[in-house]
């Protein structure tokens, strides 16, 4: 069996773009939400004094996590934004005195088993790097260790133009292959595997380099066929093995991490600095030049992209990562987050929407859709508004990576009413749960 | 500052449309209708001509009266009108003709609600109702123009008839130099047209060679001529570019064996037993009455793996 996906262009324009530190800006704004889970809680409030990796915001309940200054300076305002999502969240606005001093809080943890260096990760702040943000040390407190029978580092990077973990994988190979032995040290691993699409030569060349030279790390050459990097995708492709719905990978013996979060957590167990700064690919047609910068956390997208060389034109629409999944923002002042791995400015020509037509009934979402499901048939069960058929046609696996909008001859934005068809299940489920309560009782 | 747009992802999609996709068959028709006017004159265009005019402007019209979206440049009025053309005999009135490309955009596209909604192959329905309402000019087979004679029978209805003598050679079949619909006669031409779908992934194999295969593998149990049965009839215009219609054929793989598998059962079925000479047009529109219960049967399974 073979999962169905799309060709999409590459555009890693960056790939040979060693990233460059930016200049600290002005004025930086942590969000106190940049995970999944719960937001965390802000200890600052205004007029503080701040420095670089000092603790501003504390992880609230299990799945949620820590946030760190970016900069040393003055809180200027803790503030209610709205993220891209539409939701409220309070935000830290720092303002930098340029300094960059280090906090005193800032030492390399002590480690000594598995419960501390569960809890070292924690408190670094570490999210899931490559997009999702899902906080690491959740998903690496697993009750029964003698489960998970391998790590698969998720170093696929299939969206287009985003070349952050590429660079990892040249540039902080040694840190990678740290954080496997890290891995092996504390949760007993024994073997681990890397995703890489065959796109990327170098970085494959230097992971392989390095894993004959360790034992255990396979690296698994994988083909350009996005979406390579879906954590479900993922598993199959390397481990052959299928993670049910509703299921973690754990449920199947694995464990999934992307490839600049092993290498970060390697880092930190070195020196101690939390997650301050993110590698960023700056990308797309209205950017003059195409680069990898490191900047702050909270750094504005409009700070971003004039350090990064300015842009070509105005843009028409900018996205939080890559095209085939990333997030349009509503505005420029938007910052840059813990799990942003690249900003993309379209001009208005790359930007421009295309035209939907009738559906002709070609098949070709379902036909690339890595999980079989039948965008068609959701749309219909959605319009007919049929909680019962939604349930069956499955809309719950969709991780809207895309590829049927992507394919869809007629434009149709069939993401978006996968998205919208799975808050209609969610929706149809409760009500059917509160039924059953109800009549329980 | 303009205001930044902001859409639901991926903010990118890949380059086929369904103009492109309509394009890309038109190109594949184009063989079978140079070799069209090269067998049957320049009355053939002609026939084209009217067809694609009427089923466009059909289509413009009643779009206009219905103030639905104008879905000419999709252009799939325009492959209608080739392939309705393509079944007709070259000598057919051109009123007739112009009735036809009515009855294939109207009555069976738009009523039922346009491009992609339609149960049922427009040309081939319209083909149908022409055969039923002018049979006798349906039925006027032209000779070739390179031959001597006026008119001729079809090979397939010579075969029928066992005139072994009026049975055209493979060669022959192949070049289509013979009797029959305008379109359909050149072998070669439209294989040429078929693999062009295939390579441009318009179409998948599985509809036209389980289609092709069964014919073939039928004709062999029942004793006839296989190659014969191939190249002569609207098989391969068929199997290639009628049985493989979108909105009207199954588009899972199963969906489209069991659905070319159908229509080659029913093909060899009035072929042999039927009173009709040929039944290609019969099995595709029988097939695509069944295509909502194959489409049902076939659908993808969801990968939900393991019970949690």
């Keep these: 069996m073979k999962l169905h996906g799309v060709r999409v262009p590459h555009k890693k324009n960056t790939a040979d773009s060693q990233p460059v530190k930016m200049a600290v800006p002005s004025t930086v704004s ?24 000092q603790l501003i915001g504390e992880a609230d309940g299990f799945v949620s996590s820590n946030i760190h200054s970016s900069v040393s300076g003055k809180v200027l305002k803790v503030d209610e934004m709205t993220a891209s999502n539409g939701s409220k969240v309070s935000c830290v606005v720092i303002e930098s005195d340029g300094k ?28 899931g790097l490559g997009g999702a943000g899902f906080p690491s040390f959740v998903k690496l407190s697993v009750k029964d260790l003698s489960k998970v029978e391998a790590v698969v580092i998720n170093a696929a990077e299939c969206e287009p133009y985003i070349t952050s973990d590429t660079r990892t994988m040249i540039d902080k190979s040694k840190y990678v292959f740290k954080g496997i032995e890290a891995l092996k040290k504390y949760m007993g691993v024994k073997r681990f595997v890397i995703g890489i699409e065959n796109n ?7 992971m392989q380099e390095l894993s004959d030279q360790t034992e255990g790390v396979e690296v698994h050459i994988l083909p350009s066929v996005y979406p390579q990097g879906g954590e479900k995708v993922l598993v199959f492709n390397t481990m052959n093995r299928i993670i049910p719905k509703g299921g973690l990978p754990l449920d199947v013996g694995v464990i999934v991490i992307n490839v600049t979060t092993l290498s970060f957590i390697a880092e930190y167990l070195e020196n101690g600095i939390p997650l301050i700064e993110k590698c960023v690919t700056v990308d797309g047609s ?66 421009k929407l295309p035209k939907t037509t009738p559906c002709i009934g070609c098949g070709e979402c379902t036909n690339h859709c890595p999980f079989r499901l039948d965008p068609r048939e959701i749309a219909r ?20 990576c895309g590829c049927c909008s992507f394919v869809c001859p007629a434009n149709r ?17 409760a009500a059917q749960k509160a039924g059953q309560e109800k009549e329980g009782k | 500052m303009n205001k930044l747009i902001s859409s639901v992802s991926p903010h990118i999609s890949g380059k086929r449309t369904t103009q492109t996709i309509m394009l890309d068959v038109i190109i594949a028709l184009l063989p079978a209708a140079i070799a069209s006017v090269i067998i049957f004159g320049l009355r053939s265009l002609l026939v084209i001509g009217v067809c694609i005019a009427v089923c466009v402007l059909s289509e413009f019209l009643f779009e206009k009266l219905c103030q639905r979206d104008n879905t000419v440049p999709d252009l799939s009025a325009v492959v209608t009108g080739l392939l309705l053309a393509f079944n007709l005999p070259v000598s057919i009135p051109l009123w007739q003709a112009a009735f036809g490309s009515i009855v294939a955009i109207i009555v069976v596209k738009q009523l039922f609600g346009g491009i992609g909604q339609n149960f049922a192959n427009p040309a081939i329905t319209a083909r149908i109702i022409m055969m039923t309402a002018f049979s006798g000019t349906m039925t006027a087979w032209t000779a070739p123009v390179t031959a001597d004679t006026v008119s001729s029978a079809t090979p397939l209805a010579a075969a029928a008839k066992g005139e ?36 441009k992934r318009i179409i998948s194999w599985h509809t036209p060679v389980a289609f092709i ?6 004709s062999l149990i029942c004793g006839k001529d296989v190659l014969y049965q191939l190249m002569a009839g609207g098989l391969l215009l068929g199997a290639f570019f009628m049985a493989t219609d979108y909105a009207t054929t199954p588009s899972t793989k199963w969906g489209k064996i069991i659905f070319g598998i159908g229509c080659g059962l029913i093909t060899v079925l009035i072929r042999f037993w039927g009173n009709l000479p040929e039944g290609v047009s019969f099995s595709i529109l029988l097939m695509n009455l069944l295509t909502p219960y194959i489409a049902k049967m076939t659908r993808n399974k969801p990968l939900v793996g393991g019970a949690k």
């Design chain 2, 164 to 199: 072994i003598a009026s049975m055209p050679s493979y060669l022959t079949l192949l070049l289509g130099n013979h009797g029959g619909c305008l379109g359909e006669t050149c072998a070669l031409a439209l294989l040429l047209g078929g693999i062009y779908l295939l390579a």
């Design chain 1, 413 to 429: 934005p069939l993401v978006q009413t996968n998205k919208l068809a799975k808050i209609k299940l969610r929706e149809y489920l």
């Design chain 1, 286 to 351: 209205a950017v003059k030049e195409p680069k990898n910068v490191i900047v702050p956390i909270g750094t504005s997208i409009e700070d971003l992209l004039e350090g990064a060389g300015g842009l070509k034109t105005e843009p028409a629409k900018v996205l939080y990562g890559g095209p085939m999944m990333g997030i349009a923002v509503p505005s420029l002042k938007e910052p840059v987050l813990k799990n942003t791995n690249a900003i993309i400015a379209m001009d208005a020509k790359e930007a």
């Design chain 1, 30 to 53: 942590i969000p106190m939400s940049m995970h999944i889970g719960k937001p965390a809680k802000a200890i600052v409030k205004r007029g503080d004094t701040v420095k670089v990796g």
């Design chain 1, 100 to 127: 960059q001093e280090l906090s005193e809080e800032i030492a390399p943890p002590k480690i000594s088993d598995f419960e501390s260096f569960v809890a070292a990760v924690k408190y670094s702040g570490v999210v």
């Design chain 2, 213 to 218: 295969a069964t014919v073939a593998l039928m």
């Design chain 1, 200 to 206: 990327k030569r170098e970085a494959i060349h230097k």
């Design chain 1, 381 to 400: 069960a959605y319009r007919l508004n049929s909680g019962e058929d939604l349930q069956k046609l499955c809309v719950d696996l969709c991780m809207e």
